[in-house]
């Protein structure tokens, strides 16, 4: 019984983290519209060691602006899911983890994005940290 309540718990939490992932990292695939305003800055994304988990990435604006809000819709899904889970302690637990994380990422960039400034940081695992505008 304990197996399989750790095992579903297991697929639930995996299950969730990756549609999270793909919602927040679903901003770096989208192009832009055609009416777009003026985007400052350039956007690249370099890897910078020898297994592709940390990376040297510079966006512009526009994608910084939509970098946040798409860590707001990851938030607001950790925050549900939690909500629903509440009874159950990994849902709680994984939607936590979550939350934090978008909360971070979002922090991070949207700090460095003020005055509509495009914003370059390093990634590791899907961290981000050492914001600042470019």
């Known amino acids: 019984m304990t197996k399989t309540i750790h095992s579903t718990?297991?697929?639930?939490?995996?299950?969730?983290?990756?549609?999270?992932?793909?919602?927040?990292?679903?901003?770096?695939?989208?192009?832009?519209p055609a009416f777009a305003q003026q985007?400052?800055?350039?956007?690249?994304?370099?890897?910078?060691?020898?297994?592709?988990?940390?990376y040297a990435v510079k966006i512009d604006s526009c994608k910084a602006q939509e970098l946040v809000?798409?860590?707001?819709?990851?938030?607001?899904a950790a925050g549900l899911a939690g909500a629903l889970g509440a009874k159950w302690w990994p849902v709680g637990t994984a939607s936590g983890i979550l939350f934090a994380w978008a909360w971070n990422n979002q922090?991070?960039?949207?700090?460095?994005?003020?005055?509509?400034?495009g914003v370059e940081f390093l990634e590791l695992h899907g961290v981000i940290s050492q914001a600042r505008p470019q």
């Open 9 to 32: 718990a297991v697929r639930f939490c995996t299950a969730l983290l990756a549609s999270m992932i793909l919602i927040g990292g679903a901003s770096f695939a989208a192009p832009p």
């Open 39 to 54: 985007c400052i800055g350039r956007t690249e994304r370099v890897s910078i060691d020898y297994v592709d988990v940390a």
């Open 69 to 76: 809000d798409s860590y707001g819709d990851v938030k607001d």
């Open 107 to 117: 922090a991070q960039v949207k700090r460095a994005a003020t005055g509509g400034r």
